[in-house]
């Protein structure tokens, strides 16, 4: 699957794309960038959206590999 990484998670990331096998959990996603990225990545990843082929979803949602998956943090806005 595409994982594409937006803002301070791109930062956190230190990449704006990458590459994940699946199918996986968003869970497992979530635990799996977690600790190949770091604690500081894991504290911002926390705090994001992950949205599937641009669809909200929850950790026990399955993520095939054919997907798009954006990892988008908190947006100010005014």
């Known amino acids: 699957m595409r994982l594409r990484y937006f803002a301070g998670a791109a ?7 990458q590459q994940v096998t699946g199918p996986i959990t ?17 504290g911002v990843l926390g705090r994001c959206s992950l949205l599937v082929d641009g669809v909200r979803g929850a950790d026990d949602v399955l993520v095939a590999d054919s997907a798009t998956v954006d990892v988008l943090p908190p947006f100010a806005g005014g």
């Not at 930062?11 to 794309?17: K, Q, S």
Request: proline share 4%.
């Open 11 to 17: 930062d956190a990331a230190g990449r704006e794309e």
């Open 26 to 42: 968003l869970g497992e996603l979530r635990a799996s960038l977690s600790a190949e990225h770091g604690p500081e990545f894991a």
